[in-house]
């Protein structure tokens, strides 16, 4: 079972930055990847931003590409979501959560994520 707790989340202005964090705890071993996806009122979940647990390999959707940036730091259990730039469309309720399942070669395919946070609330307005 894995815990995955976020923070991080606040009010910003359009241009400013926020850094999400989600800290993991319980037993990971079998954890492929870790991915942010967000939620907007009224919209599905999307993915975000993964990346990969074996290798560090990234992936991001192509609205937050070149503005945030996944990383992890592996002593701290803690994995990040740099997000710079940020743009009244970023609002939303951003989830940490942990692939279990390669089912698709899709690497924010959500059905494979199985363990996911509580959501921090980001809120771009001026």
Do not use: H
């Amino acid at each position: 079972q894995v815990q995955l707790v976020e923070s991080g989340g606040g009010l910003v202005q359009p241009g400013g930055s926020l850094r999400l964090s989600c800290v993991v705890s319980g037993s990971a071993y079998n954890v492929f990847a870790m991915g942010w996806f967000r939620q907007a009122p009224g919209k599905e979940r999307e993915g975000v931003s993964s990346i990969n647990t074996n290798d560090g390999s990234t992936y991001y959707d192509d609205s937050v590409k070149g503005r945030f940036t996944i990383s992890r730091d592996i002593d701290k259990n803690t994995v990040y979501l740099q997000m710079d730039n940020l743009k009244p469309e970023d609002t939303a309720v951003y989830y940490c959560a942990a692939r279990m399942l390669v089912t698709s070669s899709y690497e924010l395919f959500q059905n494979d994520y199985r363990s996911w946070g509580q959501g921090t609330q980001v809120t771009v307005s001026s």
